[in-house]
Each structure stands twice: as C-alpha cells, then as structure tokens.
C-alpha cells in the first residue's frame, strides 16, 4: 500500500487518481468512478467529486493508497 500525504482539507476523488497517475486524464478518471472500478474505505462510490480526506483508502486496479 503507498501513501498519499494531502496538504489541505480534502481532495477529489478524480484528483486524486491524476494525482496518483493511476489515470492518463480526467475523463479517464471519471469513467473509471462511474464504471464503479474505484473503491473508497472498501466501497464502491460512483462520486467523481467525492471528497477524500486524512485516514481515507483508494483502491483501483489493483493499487491500494492511504490519504495521511
């Protein structure tokens, strides 16, 4: 599992996978939340704009990522 260390309150979940490069693009990311391939804390969520905080987990494809 890697780490993500998030300066601020949150971040979007399409961010956050850019951020990660686990997506080429945007729109990438977002058909990829709307597919239902991503899951958070375990869960599928089909929120583009879901907001990831501190103590939060991504998983997709695969990869698992802790947001500290």
């Known amino acids: 599992m890697q780490t993500f260390s ?4 949150y971040i ?9 490069n ?9 058909w990829a939340v ?6 958070y804390n375990g869960e599928v969520d089909l929120r583009k704009r879901l907001k990831v905080k501190k103590g939060d ?3 997709f494809n695969g990869q698992l990522v802790k947001v500290v």
């Open 6 to 9: 998030l300066k601020g309150d």
């Open 12 to 20: 979007q979940m399409i961010q956050l996978l850019k951020a990660l």
């Open 22 to 30: 686990w997506v080429e693009h945007g729109a990438m990311a977002q």
């Open 57 to 59: 987990q991504v998983e």
């Open 34 to 39: 709307e597919e239902g391939l991503v899951k």
